[in-house]
């Protein structure tokens, strides 16, 4: 992910060994004892790396929780993102001075099956997809930039964002995605400031696509 950020993000990306680390207290009473095997391993090498990030960022590191909608609760004066899928795990932070928000994630490089994509995909974008070259998922780039783009709006709003709340374009000659995002479910909402853009960087091999975006201060 270091490739997608700005140099004022610190990012730490799992090793073989993260997946099985030590959880801090706070940490361990968000996971439970219940979790299944897979969920504890991407939990686990989460927080590591989310505290290596902080490290990197010259601050302690902390416990980082979750709140209760399960997404991480980063120190005072801290934004920071998390994201993990098969094999892969990795986590960013900045200092609230420099970046309003940021958000990243990893997916496998792979096809999505027409229900997703419905899901996930407006007719325009799809109609957009098919005009990119081939040998990409772009179906899989265009999932992954709404997943990080909802990363960025919700610490900074609070408040649900849908798939086609964001209307998403992908230019793979700069390697750069723009989104508009008009959340038409929260029409009437009190939504404080929200980002009405954000454009984010994506990068894909051929077994992992890799989005990321940050907001910087007003």
Known sequence: MRDLLPTEVTVAVAGP????????????????EK?????????????????????????????VPS???????????????????????????ARTDQVRSVGMD??????????????????????????LPGG?????????????IYKVWHPVVGTWLDFHDARVELDPDSGLFTAR???????GAPVPDPPATVTGRFAVDADLVRTAAVLLPR
Not at 17 to 32: F, H, K, M, R, V
Not at 48 to 56: E, F, G, M, P, Y
Not at 106 to 131: F, K, M, S
């Open 181 to 187: 995002i008009n959340p038409t479910r929260l029409a």
């Open 35 to 63: 979790a299944v095997e897979s969920r504890r391993r991407d939990f686990t090498a989460g927080r590591i790396c989310a505290r290596r990030a902080l490290t990197r960022l010259g601050v302690p590191a902390v416990a």
């Open 17 to 32: 060994d993260d997946w099985a680390g030590e959880l801090l207290p706070a940490e361990q009473a968000c996971l439970g």
């Open 67 to 93: 709140a209760p909608d399960r997404s991480p609760v980063w120190p005072a004066g801290v934004v920071g993102t998390i994201t993990h899928t098969r094999g892969y795990c990795a986590a960013a932070a």
């Open 136 to 148: 990409v998922s772009w179906a899989a780039v265009l999932f992954s930039a709404k997943e990080t």
């Open 106 to 131: 990893a997916e496998g490089h792979r096809e999505l099956n027409a229900g997703v994509r419905r899901l996930i995909g407006l007719p325009e974008e799809w109609d957009d997809c098919a005009r």
